[in-house]
């Protein structure tokens, strides 16, 4: 290859031949491939649209397919991306019942899965209902302990902390994420049946 240099040297006009080629071909490449439209575009028969109960449902939905590849995938590259579904998922499903028995999420309440929950308890409390058991408790140590896991809801989606710092991995017990998933979603869920059955909704 370095006897060639020289030669390739003293006939410009070879490289510029080349290059032009190289050019067309990625011309006819890019001009074989069917364009590209609004790829993401407004839907108005979208049955999640406007419904926090659908949207739920469909991170549901995500985070058990992706679990379901995650488990599997001895290289633990979806395992981020899973968790970033649980926890989206889990903020989606309290936020849906709070606003179903609350009647509205409280202003600040932003991503912080600890204060969704206890609003969720105080406007169970304020309508009589007894949450004073082991099956809430259990609920409220799982999403506390996310919570402290990852208090800014950015744990598992950056590399990085805001200022640069790395975060450490992250181990999981497959099993052990779905069936928290799974108790959380479904307690709350629970909650909305309730409220809906006894203030006559059902």
Known sequence: MAATTPWLGK????WSMSHERRARLVEAIVESQPALGDFVRRQ???MTA?????????????????????????SGLLLRPLLVLWRQSVELSL????IVVAGGLASKAG??????????LKA???LGYDDDNDHARQVQGMIAQVQAFDPLADRFRYPTTRDGRPFEGVAVDYDELFQAHWTITTWCEGACLEFEETQ???
Do not use: C, I
């Open 11 to 14: 006939q410009p006009w070879l």
């Open 44 to 46: 108005p028969h979208d």
């Open 50 to 74: 406007g419904s926090w109960d659908m949207l739920s449902y469909s991170f549901e939905r995500g985070f058990e397919v992706m679990w379901d590849n995650a488990r599997l995938d001895p």
């Open 95 to 98: 936020k849906a019942a709070v």
């Open 111 to 120: 991503h912080d899965l600890t204060k969704l929950f206890a609003q969720l």
């Open 124 to 126: 169970r409390a304020d």
């Open 200 to 202: 006559g909704y059902g």
